[in-house]
């Protein structure tokens, strides 16, 4: 079987400086330029402006390969939603985690009703490393147990599914919640919806890498996420002798 093309191939620049750039700023609260400072003093002269199209062309990559390598979650879901401002208005994004904390899914919307929440779940139940859940821990936001029941009633949400409304239970995806707005608040803000949502997949699916989600490899083995996206280059990231951000 033919293997997936490199992203990397005719590039400028080669998948150790991109990935280098793309895996910094997907796990910690940086800016582009403070990036291309950090490249500058290495010896690579790149624009901030370029540091922002690597992250939007090569985030989405990340999410594609790394996805399919998930290790399963469980069925105990818990399900809350925090706010992410894109063009000046707060957007709604929902996430996921199971029982031990492992990351099901997320999704960005300008909305938050039970059409959205319905959205997510059918979302979250399509991934590959996720499972029909058994019970559905959320906040007392209406939109959830309204969206539960259609759900239900439809067959796509199993019938004996359990739906517990108790806030401490979401105190472990909110923990993740804090870890997004810590990486998105170095920046001026998202300047459109598309943008934000790249962007926020990338840092997701990075943090399920951080945390040892990715079947193939160990946690926070990152030059494994580097191979797996460059298909095979040897991104190890030893770009003037710096090692992996810790």
Request: aromatic share 10%; charged share 25%.
């Amino acid at each position: 079987m033919r293997s997936e093309k490199s992203p990397f191939k005719g590039r400028q620049f080669t998948a150790e400086v991109s990935l280098w750039v793309v895996r910094w700023y997907l796990q910690l609260p940086i800016s582009y330029r403070d990036l291309e400072r950090m490249l500058a003093d290495r010896g690579v002269v790149v624009e901030h402006t370029t540091l922002y199209r690597w992250i939007q062309a090569y985030a989405p990559e990340l999410v594609k390969r790394v996805r399919p390598h998930l290790r399963m979650t469980n069925g105990s879901w818990r399900v809350d939603d925090t706010h992410v401002k894109v063009k000046g208005r707060w957007n709604h994004l929902y996430r996921a985690v199971d029982g031990l904390g492992q990351t099901i899914d997320f999704l960005l919307s300008a909305k938050r009703d039970a059409v959205t929440a319905r959205r997510f779940f059918r979302k979250a139940m399509k991934q590959a490393h996720t499972v029909n859940p058994r019970i559905l821990a959320m906040d007392k936001n209406a939109a959830y147990p309204s969206a539960a029941k259609t759900m239900k009633n439809n067959g796509e949400l199993w019938r004996f599914s359990t739906l517990r409304q108790v806030k401490y239970l979401n105190n472990i995806v909110e923990k993740g919640h804090r870890r997004i707005k810590r990486l998105v608040r170095p920046g001026p803000g998202f300047q459109s919806f598309h943008t934000a949502r790249r962007t926020i997949a990338g840092c997701g699916v990075m943090a399920m890498a951080h945390e040892g989600q990715v079947a193939t490899m160990p946690a926070n083995d990152m030059p494994a996420v580097d191979s797996i996206t460059a298909n095979g280059a040897e991104a190890r990231f030893k770009l003037c002798g710096y090692t992996n951000p810790e």
